[in-house]
């Protein structure tokens, strides 16, 4: 699937993490989304040198050091969404006592919608130093492949499973004008577009990105409408999906002339009518008074 690697014979410790010494630190590292190739040397290096690791899945990490032909000496526990907040505490305890903790998730950055910001709150209350290996990121890799802005985004998630509260949580986001990026499950990516083309309209524009990095990777642009009736059945593998802000409406004073109009006959002065529109509608208020004193 992807290309392997191991720690080089004559590297030295890095200097930014401390193993087995007076002070501990936690390390959140991130982990290949797919191309086992992506792993950066800083993160065979953790895996070889830390004393205990919170994965995600310890099957998973394991098959991962095994392909990146990394020994793991440490003790290995999971940290997951079903005990994150109590194994935290055990982290940061070992990493007390001295202890290099390694974190890690299944793919890409742990905490970004992965267990992880649980245990850099307890280590920041605790006093406990916290530092990060970067790597891959499927947020990221989605973004870049998309072909949408990229200058300006936002990080979702996943949407709502049932049906009326993703409808709600997508209404919400129909105004927001950078570009939104969400992770979705092959069984619900079809419902899940047919929503995003009601709330933000059929022809915005969106990108479908599966299987990043891995073998069968797939992005498919379009419109949202388009999008949905192509993945009507579901697809497979894992998938994020990249969607295109919403255009601002540039108000103009002519469209709130009515309203400048309904406060004069309710006796208030032009000046002032026309000021309180302008304020609440955003536009020019000198536009606008200028358009109320003509259309009077």
């Known amino acids: 699937m992807g290309q392997t690697g191991s720690v080089p014979q004559d590297s030295s410790p890095d200097p930014s993490l401390t193993v087995g010494g007076a002070e501990g630190v936690i390390v959140l590292a991130g982990t290949p989304i797919g191309d086992a190739g992506d792993a950066p040397p800083r993160l065979l290096d953790v895996l070889a040198r830390a004393d205990l690791i919170a994965a995600e899945d310890t099957r998973r990490l ?44 299944d793919a890409g950055m742990p905490g970004v919608s992965d267990p992880g910001f649980r245990v850099v709150r307890a280590a920041a209350e605790a006093g406990v130093r916290v530092t990060a290996v970067p790597g891959p990121s499927a947020v990221l890799t989605a973004i870049a492949l998309s072909g949408l802005a990229s200058d300006r985004f936002c990080f979702e998630g996943f949407v709502p499973r049932r049906s009326g509260d993703r409808s709600r949580t997508l209404d919400q986001l129909a105004g927001e004008q950078r570009t939104m990026v969400f992770f979705e499950s092959p069984h619900r990516i079809g419902p899940t577009l047919e929503a995003m083309a009601k709330a933000f309209g059929q022809d915005r524009q969106a990108a479908v990105c599966r299987e990043l990095t891995k073998t069968y990777e797939e992005v498919r642009r379009g419109p949202l409408t ?20 919403a255009v601002p ?12 109009l309904e406060r004069i006959a309710a006796g208030e002065r032009l000046k002032e009518a026309a000021a309180a529109v302008a304020a609440e509608a955003g536009v020019s208020r000198r536009a606008l008074y200028e358009a109320a004193l003509k259309a009077r």
């Open 62 to 105: 394991r098959a991962l050091a095994k392909r990146l032909e990394v020994p793991i000496t440490a003790r290995v526990v999971s940290y997951h969404e079903h005990n994150e907040s109590e194994r935290a505490a055990v982290l940061v305890e070992a990493a007390q006592a001295g202890a290099t903790v390694l974190v890690v998730s």
């Open 226 to 245: 388009e999008l949905a009736t192509w993945a009507q059945g579901g697809l497979r593998g894992e998938i994020t999906v990249v969607v295109a802000g």
């Open 249 to 260: 409406v540039v108000a103009e004073p002519a469209d709130h002339l009515a309203a400048v």
